[in-house]
């Protein structure tokens, strides 16, 4: 399968900071990636669909404006968490949607969040 | 949208065969099921995925009912490293290619 990567793998910020997290397709190309988030002993939420060169579409309750998606290149996604509150904490994983293989996405390790 | 239905838990003894079931009775087209698995703190790991036939690779089997609308995942041999929650993932819907994740079943290993 593909190998997803994602940095930082952990992150500890204070309320009010932004965080950035990289998404990064380390054997395919995507024009398609997806964020999800995850909290304790719940199962994943998808948050985001990021386009590689347009802008991504955001699943009904999450804010544009506070988890801010670019998709610069197609290899990498990113996710920024603006203004971060501990409400936020939680752990965001990535998936890759690899193209002209429309079959199957691979998934990244995951970033584990902690806001203070 | 195309909804699934798995088992909230489930436990194996080690070395044992282990069936997961999940019923997908709303799909439809000819999209793919797909099946992850989730580590504690790990992103989900791709195990198999199949559209009409029984499709078999190093990690599981999926056996997909003829009507399509359940599937089972087969681990023939489990061992404590397999436990995790398992994803049955329904069909892309719309075309949209978004993975809807429901609870998954848990499996529990037991030495």
């Known amino acids: 399968g593909a190998v997803v990567s994602q940095h930082p793998s952990r992150v500890i910020c204070k309320s009010g900071t932004s965080v950035k997290i990289e998404c990064r397709s380390l054997?395919?190309?995507?024009?398609?990636m997806f964020w999800y988030r995850q909290f304790p002993k719940q199962s994943l939420m998808l948050m985001a669909t990021s386009n590689e060169g347009s802008k991504a579409t955001y699943e009904q309750g999450v804010e544009k404006d506070k988890f801010l998606i670019n998709h610069a290149s197609l290899t990498l996604s990113t996710l920024t968490v603006t203004s971060a509150h501990p409400e936020d904490s939680s752990f965001y994983i990535c998936?890759?949607?690899?193209?002209?293989?429309?079959?199957?996405?691979?998934f990244g390790p995951g970033t584990r969040l902690l806001v203070l | 949208d195309a909804k699934t239905t798995q088992p909230n838990s489930m436990e194996s003894n080690e070395e044992e065969p282990v069936h997961l079931p999940c019923n997908h009775s709303?799909?439809?087209?000819?999209?793919?099921i797909h099946w992850y698995r989730q580590l504690p703190s790990q992103g989900p790991e791709y195990v198999i995925h199949g559209l009409t036939s029984n499709v078999n690779n190093r990690m599981a089997s999926l056996a997909i009912a003829e009507d399509r609308k359940s599937s089972t995942l087969i681990l023939h041999r489990a061992t404590l490293r397999d436990a995790a929650v398992y994803y049955c993932?329904?069909?892309?819907?719309?075309?949209?290619?978004?993975?809807?994740f429901g609870t998954g079943t848990r499996l529990k290993v037991l030495a």
């Open positions: 998936s890759v949607y690899p193209t002209g293989v429309r079959e199957t996405q691979y």
């Open positions: 993932i329904p069909p892309l819907t719309s075309g949209t290619y978004k993975y809807i």
């Open positions: 054997d395919f190309q995507a024009t398609t």
């Open positions: 709303t799909i439809s087209g000819t999209d793919y």
